[in-house]
C-alpha cells in the first residue's frame, strides 16, 4: 500500500472518529428543567448526580435549563434535584435516567413532575 493510500485512509478514520464524538456529545442523555411561567419568583435549583453536587443555580420563571448527563455510568446511577424559593418551599426529585433526553416540569408552587400542567387545568393557590 502506498502512502498516499495509507494517508487517505487515516483521514477517513480520524474524520469518522470525529463525526461519531460530535453525535455523542450532541445527543447525549440530558434532562430538561422547565418552569412554569406563572412561577412567582426565581427558585435555586441543585442538581447532583451520584450524591455529588455537579450544578447549583436560579432558573427564572419560564424558563428551560439543560442539565446533560454522563454517557459511561454505573449501574446505580442516580440524579436528584433539590428546589427551594427562600425558606418557604422546598421541593426534591430523584430518578435512575436513561439514555434519552427527558422532561421535568417545575410547577408554580414548586410541583415537581415529569408531565407538563395542561394549559387549561386551573391552579389552586
Same mark, same amino acid.
Given at each position: 500500500?502506498?502512502?498516499?493510500?495509507?494517508?487517505?485512509?487515516?483521514? /477517513?478514520?480520524?474524520?469518522?472518529?470525529?463525526? =461519531? /464524538?460530535? $453525535? =455523542?456529545?450532541? @445527543?447525549?442523555? @440530558?434532562?430538561? /428543567?422547565?418552569?412554569?411561567?406563572?412561577?412567582?419568583?426565581?427558585?435555586?435549583?441543585?442538581?447532583?448526580?451520584?450524591?455529588?453536587? +455537579? /450544578? *447549583?443555580?436560579?432558573? @427564572? #420563571?419560564?424558563?428551560?435549563?439543560?442539565?446533560?448527563?454522563?454517557?459511561?455510568?454505573?449501574?446505580?446511577?442516580?440524579?436528584?434535584?433539590?428546589?427551594?424559593?427562600?425558606?418557604?418551599?422546598?421541593?426534591?426529585?430523584?430518578?435512575? #435516567?436513561?439514555?434519552?433526553?427527558?422532561?421535568?416540569?417545575?410547577?408554580?408552587?414548586?410541583?415537581?413532575?415529569? @408531565?407538563? +400542567? #395542561?394549559? =387549561? *387545568? $386551573?391552579? *389552586?393557590?
Amino acid at each position: 500500500m502506498d502512502k498516499a493510500r495509507k494517508q487517505r485512509i487515516s483521514g /477517513l478514520i480520524a474524520l469518522v472518529l470525529l463525526f =461519531a /464524538l460530535y $453525535v =455523542a456529545w450532541t @445527543q447525549r442523555p @440530558q434532562v430538561l /428543567l422547565h418552569y412554569d411561567a406563572n412561577g412567582s419568583g426565581p427558585v435555586s435549583y441543585s442538581f447532583k448526580e451520584n450524591g455529588q453536587e +455537579t /450544578l *447549583a443555580g436560579e432558573i @427564572q #420563571p419560564g424558563g428551560v435549563l439543560s442539565f446533560p448527563l454522563r454517557l459511561w455510568r454505573s449501574g446505580g446511577y442516580m440524579v436528584s434535584f433539590t428546589f427551594h424559593r427562600g425558606e418557604e418551599k422546598y421541593a426534591s426529585f430523584s430518578t435512575r #435516567p436513561g439514555y434519552e433526553k427527558s422532561d421535568l416540569y417545575l410547577g408554580p408552587g414548586l410541583e415537581v413532575s415529569t @408531565q407538563p +400542567t #395542561p394549559a =387549561a *387545568a $386551573v391552579q *389552586a393557590r
